[in-house]
């Protein structure tokens, strides 16, 4: 039966310049999962920041052009 046995070559689609380095209990060099939460949380934080300013920026040219009329 086919549909019951995984592949466990992950790999198998990606050219191997992309595979990742193995080492002796696993791939090496990959992020854990705890960096990848954390690197959720600050992408999240610099979008909003982002947002933020932008909004703000567009918010003081509206009252200067407010001003000027």
């Known amino acids: 039966m086919e549909g019951l ?3 466990l070559n ?3 689609g990606a050219p191997p310049r992309v595979w990742p380095k193995l080492g002796e209990w696993g791939p ?5 999962t705890r960096q990848k939460k ?6 999240a934080l ?10 703000l920026y567009g918010w003081y040219i509206f009252t ?5 009329a």
């Open 28 to 32: 090496a060099e990959v992020p854990s």
């Open 5 to 7: 046995n995984s592949k």
């Open 38 to 43: 954390r690197m959720r949380w600050w992408v």
């Open 46 to 55: 610099g979008f909003v920041g982002a947002a933020v300013v932008v909004f």
């Open 64 to 68: 200067m052009m407010q001003a000027a």
């Open 10 to 12: 992950l790999n198998a």
